[in-house]
């Protein structure tokens, strides 16, 4: 059973095994689906979507959602321990980057108590260049 007395199949049970063993990896299903499939376990991917979704809503595991044209990212860890992550889009390649960094705890204070505003980390993305495509355009 899991912590919050939800049932447990084995393939749900393997998954979140395969989560916790990824603890702090930003994994998209697909991610998950494939790493799995490497260990030899026996899921499917549509079985993988609908899981992520179950552990997502008992608070097994954190779903980010980046934007409309990005996969849902699935992170094992407390809520607490993601206030100073978001992600950073490439405008140019489309790479998403997953970000860990405590200045955002400053930034999202800042906006708490000056602007009345909370911030979701689970929803916060930056647009911007990766330094790969800025280095390209430095270049020219």
Avoid: W
């Avoid at 998954?15 to 260990?39: I, P, Q, S």
């Avoid at 026996?42 to 097994?60: C, F, M, P, Q, W």
């Avoid at 705890?105 to 929803?123: C, G």
Wanted: include cysteine; glycine fraction near 8%; charge should be negative.
């Amino acid at each position: 059973m899991s912590r919050k007395g939800n049932y447990m199949t084995s393939q749900k049970e393997e998954l979140l095994h395969y989560m916790k063993d990824h603890a702090g990896e930003h994994l998209t299903a697909m991610d998950v689906y494939n790493g799995m499939k490497t260990t030899g376990a026996k899921i499917g991917l549509t079985t993988v979507y609908r899981n992520l979704d179950k552990l997502s809503a008992e608070g097994e595991v954190i779903k980010f959602i980046v934007d409309e044209n990005a996969p849902a990212c699935f992170v094992y860890g407390e809520e607490e321990e993601i206030s100073s992550d978001c992600h950073c889009r490439c405008l140019e390649c489309g790479k998403l980057i997953h970000m860990h960094c405590h200045e955002l705890e400053r930034l999202s204070a800042h906006m708490r108590e000056e602007h009345a505003f909370v911030i979701d980390p689970r929803r916060t993305v930056f647009y911007g260049l990766c330094s790969e495509c800025f280095g390209k355009e430095a270049a020219l």
